[in-house]
């Protein structure tokens, strides 16, 4: 099946500097990419979806400004939470869709734990 | 958009009992509805998927599901849990923009 990468797979950051998370489609290009989070015991949120060469469209709620989305290629989107604080701690999820793929299926990484201290 | 509601938080269950978790989603248009399994601190590993076709869905680990349309459910059962099933599950639905959408989780603990 086809394999998305995240990296890292978890991050601990001091209050106010900034973290990028990575997820590579590693066999198949994506036209689509999604982020979500997950606090503890929670369910995942959708964040934003990241599509390749155009601006990512935020979720309701969601700070575009602080939740950098960045899709450059086919095969990379990354995440960069900037000014980290420690409400910023979360299990960090991405996901992509085979451009070539069935309709409705994505392949999600294994999620980066992100602790702000 | 559409949306799934898991009907229970937390589901427990003797091992080798049969188990049902369910799941009901609201859409008006045409959707594709999954559930997966979380281990702790682990990403979402896909037991299986309703993309078309035969409402029945078999998964790994055992598991199915059955589409109806009629009861907008997909409620996902396996006839004799193990204590390795013991996880966080997750249904979920996507519709024609592929932005997946989860319920809020139903945690499945296996007892000896």
């Known amino acids: 099946g086809a394999v998305v990468s995240q990296h890292p797979s978890w991050v601990i950051c001091k209050s106010g500097t900034s973290v990028k998370i990575e997820c590579r489609s590693l066999?198949?290009?994506?036209?689509?990419m999604f982020w979500y989070r997950q606090f503890p015991k929670q369910s995942l949120m959708l964040m934003a979806t990241s599509n390749e060469g155009s601006k990512a469209t935020y979720e309701q709620g969601v700070e575009k400004d602080k939740f950098l989305i960045n899709h450059a290629s086919l095969t990379l989107s990354t995440l960069t939470v900037t000014s980290a604080h420690p409400e910023d701690s979360s299990f960090y999820i991405c996901s992509a869709r085979d451009r070539t793929g069935l309709q409705g299926e994505a392949f999600f990484g294994q999620g980066t734990r992100l602790t702000v201290v | 958009a559409q949306s799934v509601t898991q009907l229970d938080s937390q589901v427990p269950v003797f091992e080798e009992a049969p188990v049902e978790l369910r799941c009901n989603y609201s859409?008006?248009?045409?959707?594709?509805l999954f559930w997966y399994v979380q281990y702790p601190n682990q990403g979402l590993q896909l037991l299986l998927k309703y993309l078309s076709g035969s409402t029945l869905v078999k998964g790994i680990n055992g598991f199915e599901a059955e589409f109806n349309k009629s009861q907008t459910s997909f409620h996902l059962r396996k006839p004799s849990v193990h204590i390795s099933d013991t996880a966080e599950y997750f249904c979920?639905?996507?519709?024609?923009?592929?932005?997946?959408?989860f319920g809020a989780g139903t945690r499945l603990t296996v007892k000896p």
């Open positions: 859409s008006s248009v045409s959707v594709y």
């Open positions: 066999d198949f290009q994506a036209t689509t």
């Open positions: 979920a639905v996507s519709g024609p923009n592929n932005d997946m959408r």
